[in-house]
């Protein structure tokens, strides 16, 4: 696989990619399958924090005159864009995040049809906030930094700053430390749509350096942030109050495996979700609850399956499994994570060791038995990289009980053939999946919890959107 001829431009601020006169201080684009640069370093610069906002805001009032459909239309070259470059866009996903290639593809074709949803459907929305009966009439908050995650970097970068953007926003994306050059073709693809100048900018660098740049600027509107809850609540911390601030946040998915599953589907379903983007991704499994009476075999055959997952970069000669771990700081969390497990008394099925390939971050994933007891530490966690947690369960009332102690909660898949007396009523999970079709998706619900109101599947992150911009406005 070719390396993509991708060159280091600089932030993009009011239409242009600049470079600072003033450096701070660099971050790195690698590549986490083998730690090679794959551009170099990227630099970074307070000054450019500073400069995107006052731009963003200077564009505020033009592009909030704009009419809906007038804002639909570079979402509209956006899509375009997209499906044109599909194939550079998917190799350079893979290479800096280290995702499979059709991992990366996959999240591609999430991006387009999340943009699709935008295009049909946001006039009607739009219109239907406007047509409530509010003491005031609801209108975009302004000028929004957002800031992206280094999971499914691409799909999130596309997706909030085109929801902000067609309700009338004005956006700086902050892309992740981790992915700038993912962060870089996002702002190039977005510098090929007739945007209007200053309504979208993109700049680069450490999270809590330009964080502080932020919170000291009095220009900003609101703050939208997706990504792990631990540095969410670091944001919330250090958030002034009278700055708005939305958190989509999640944990992964949890399991219930009834006494009727089919075992190898089931298996399958598991594992895939378990080893999605690293072991890292919000939509992968962290947790499945698993009938006493098949315990063992399920067990056996995870385990069995577990080994011979194909670990290796996404360009290897076997399409790949697994593939790295974002970094040296997520390789570390997930071992001590493992260590943390044992020293509880849990059982490791399958440890969680560092795989022998020395030259990236890869990891072999690892699965530990639970004992429950009166207070379980590892139910109020969120669990790092592809690491399996494995409970078990008597009656279905049981498991219920266990399953609200969560703390870091996204979805919920149960393996079954028959009619589950689990109710979404009793999870409060959103919406219940039942895999009752061979590898069902694990499917992704709104989460709950400590993981607050977190991202919503489809247009309900527009609608999440528009009712964050609106709350001060509406009744």
């Not at 929305?125 to 930094?145: N, R, S």
Request: hydrophobic share 35%.
């Amino acid at each position: 696989m070719l390396i993509p001829p991708l060159l280091q431009k600089g932030d993009y601020i009011y239409g242009s990619f600049i470079k600072p006169e003033m450096i701070n201080g660099y971050i790195k684009s690698s590549d986490p399958s083998n730690k090679d640069a794959l551009i170099g370093q990227y630099f970074f610069s307070y000054s450019s924090v500073s400069q995107a906002i006052a731009y963003a805001k200077a564009s505020l009032t033009q592009w909030q005159k704009k009419s809906i459909e007038s804002r639909i239309v570079p979402i509209q070259k956006l899509q375009e864009d997209i499906v044109k470059n599909h194939q550079f866009i998917t190799k350079t996903i893979s290479l800096e995040s280290g995702s499979p290639l059709h991992e990366a593809s996959s999240e591609v074709n999430e991006s387009i049809l999340f943009l699709q949803y935008l295009i049909d459907a946001s006039p009607s929305i739009l219109d239907e906030i406007q047509q409530k009966k509010y003491t005031q009439v609801p209108a975009p908050l302004g000028c929004l930094f957002v800031l992206t995650p280094h999971v499914h970097s691409f799909f999130y970068g596309v997706i909030f700053c085109a929801s902000a953007l067609i309700t009338g926003n004005v956006v700086v994306h902050k892309p992740s430390r981790y992915t700038p050059a993912i962060g870089q073709l996002v702002a190039e693809i977005w510098d090929r749509c007739s945007l209007k100048r200053g309504v979208y900018n993109m700049v680069q660098g450490p999270g809590t350096h330009i964080s502080q740049q932020v919170m000291k600027n009095t220009l900003l509107d609101g703050i939208v942030f997706c990504g792990e809850y631990d540095t969410a609540n670091s944001i919330h911390r250090r958030t002034p109050v009278h700055l708005p601030l939305r958190l989509f946040c999640g944990g992964k998915g949890t399991g219930i495996i009834l006494s009727d599953a089919d075992i190898d589907d089931t298996s399958n379903t598991v594992i895939a979700a378990l080893t999605r983007s690293g072991g890292q991704s919000p939509y992968g499994l962290s947790r499945i609850f698993v009938h006493e009476s098949i315990i063992e075999d399920v067990l056996e055959t995870i385990e069995n399956r577990l080994k011979n997952v194909h670990i290796s970069p996404p360009n290897g000669e076997q399409p790949s499994q697994l593939g790295p771990l974002i970094s040296e700081q997520a390789l570390s969390q997930y071992i001590q994570q493992g260590e943390s497990i044992e020293k509880e008394g849990h059982k490791a099925i399958c440890p969680a060791q560092k795989h022998t390939n020395e030259t990236g971050f890869f990891v072999f994933p690892s699965m530990y038995r639970m004992y429950q007891s009166s207070k379980d530490l590892f139910l109020d966690i969120e669990v790092k990289g592809p690491t399996l947690l494995v409970y078990t369960f008597a009656q279905e009332q049981d498991v219920v009980g266990m399953i609200k102690k969560i703390s870091y909660r996204r979805s919920l898949s149960i393996f079954s053939q028959r009619e589950s007396t689990i109710t979404q009523e009793k999870i409060n999970f959103g919406r219940i999946c039942y895999n009752k079709t061979h590898q069902l998706p694990i499917v992704s619900t709104m989460p709950h919890g400590k993981c607050g109101n977190g991202h919503r599947e489809g247009l309900g992150i527009v609608r999440s959107l528009i009712q964050y911009i609106n709350k001060e406005r509406i009744p």
